[in-house]
């Protein structure tokens, strides 16, 4: 992985950040870690509903839409990170769910494209809720 895949995912993370708190999200955390090999990008709230965030950041759709990057695999270990940082709470949310925010750009773009997919995969059957 090298510096600039870096810089570009940390950038489109803040771009995602933004976007999500212009439409009434409240952040609770960034870059959680969970476990440890799990990272949650953004963990938010809007209304009572809990949201798992996955961002990705592209420069351009040349290879298809970044959202194509949540494959099997990553919705897996995504469930298994809700549901291990479900387990912390001290309350249980009455709903949550996972998102997906695109960010088509680069640190030098003035204005990327971004893409909000609410709901964008179930928690995976394998994983048993803590309650």
Known sequence: MTNDHLSSGKWGEKQAERFLRRNR??????????????????????????????????????????????????????????????????????CFRFDVVEVIGSPDSKDPVIRHIENAFPLDSRYDLPF
Not at 60 to 83: C, I, M, N, Y
Request: a positive charge; charged letters at 40%.
């Open 25 to 94: 999200y409240r952040i609770l955390g960034r870059r959680v870690r969970v476990g440890a090999r799990d990272e949650i990008d953004l963990v938010a709230r809007k209304q009572k509903t809990l949201v798992f965030v996955e961002v990705k950041t592209r420069r351009s759709e040349t290879f298809g839409r970044p959202v194509s990057a949540v494959d099997r695999s990553k919705r897996r270990v995504l469930s298994r990170a809700a549901v291990r940082y479900l387990a912390r709470l001290r309350f249980r949310p009455v």
